[in-house]
């Protein structure tokens, strides 16, 4: 995580470090055009991680489902669901990380065949 004034794009070098870093058999990992570009390339050669940008097709109008992207806004769903995170009260982010992992948890246990 980064602070607020720092693009996304030029704060997800250190994220890929620490993920890789943290989670080493994580090979491939999903954006959006923000991501696109030099970004890529560098990920692929300094974390091994390959980056697969989801765009929405230029010829598609209005409301489409596009690949993967759902599957992100799925679990922000979920995780919204928990009642504290309808705002953001939080101060640190590691009270934040600390809280989603316990929410994202709490909905596989759920989920638990």
């Given amino acids: 995580m980064h602070g607020a004034g720092i693009q996304d794009r030029d704060g997800a070098k250190g994220v890929l470090r620490r993920s890789r870093a943290r989670f080493p058999f994580v090979e491939r990992a999903y954006v959006d055009g923000g991501y696109a570009g030099q970004l890529v390339h560098w990920a692929e050669r300094q974390t091994h991680i390959l980056l697969e940008v989801v765009k929405r097709g230029a010829d598609q109008a209005g409301f489409t489902v596009i690949r993967r992207r759902w599957v992100v806004e799925r679990t922000f769903a979920w995780i919204v669901k928990n009642r ?9 982010t590691t009270v934040a990380e600390a809280l989603i992992t316990i929410a994202a948890s709490a909905t596989l246990i759920r989920r638990w065949p």
Avoid at 86 to 91: F, G, N, P
Wanted: hydrophobic share 35%; glycine share 0%.
């Fill in 84 to 92: 504290r995170f309808v705002r953001d009260y939080e101060q640190l």
